[in-house]
């Protein structure tokens, strides 16, 4: 199995666009990778036009759940809620063609005004997962800088981080990426928005801290090897199991 960090940019203007490029890549993937696009990549911030990005993205459901039949695809979407009459910036895993998991994203980053838009989720709800024998943690673009969440992602295989992370703060996102996996003994796949302003640091790290990042590929990936994880727990025992 691969890692496959996704890195390409979003078109506000036009939505069918984005699902189009995000399928070509995913076809670029072989059987059982696991892959990770960057947050909002079908429709980003679309803050005019939430209504028609939540449509969008309940349409897009059936078709990534097609593209999942061999592979497990993470990315968030925008959605309404018609309980609380507001939208959510809200993870979906695909897995053999169904929705397997959905968390709501927790820390919203006000600097981008998502806060008077968005409904938070609850950092309670916040859970490692297992699909097929993987632990799996999953930390939202801005939520990469609560530490309360990487302690909750302790004992994780692989961490997933589907972002749209600012130029401004680059180093920022590689350096806190980069000592998420060492600290946690695990994969890190971050996968970034290449958007316009928007960093561009997608990668896969391994359990050492060895990374994989290219500013200008679409496609990044690392094999997953699970001894590596063994390996670090095992002589840096730090308490992680």
Known sequence: MNLVALQFSTDYTNFKANLEKLESLIDQASNGDFIVAPELCLTGYSYDHLKDAANFSLKSIDTLKKLSQ?????????????????????????????????????????????????????????????IDGLKIASIICFELRFIDLWEKSKGADIIIVPSMW??????????????????????????????????????????????????????????????????????LSVGIH
Do not use: W
Request: hydrophobic content about 35%; overall charge neutral; glycine content about 4%.
């Open 166 to 235: 600012g130029i401004l703060r680059k180093q920022n996102f590689e350096s806190l990426t980069n000592s998420l996996a060492i600290m946690n003994q695990c994969y890190v796949i971050a996968s970034d928005s290449s958007t316009d302003k928007m960093a561009s640091s997608s990668g896969v790290i391994n359990p050492f801290g060895i990374e994989v990042r290219d500013d200008h590929k679409e496609f990044i990936s690392m094999p997953y090897e699970a001894k590596e994880i063994k390996k670090m727990r095992r002589y």
């Open 70 to 130: 061999d592979k497990i695809i993470a990315l968030t979407l925008t959605l309404f809620c018609k309980d609380s009459n507001k939208y959510t910036n809200t993870l979906h895993i695909f897995h053999q063609s169904e929705v397997v998991y959905t968390q709501h994203k927790a820390k919203l980053f006000t600097l981008n005004d998502e806060d008077n838009y968005f409904k938070a989720g609850n950092t309670d709800d916040f859970k490692i997962i297992e």
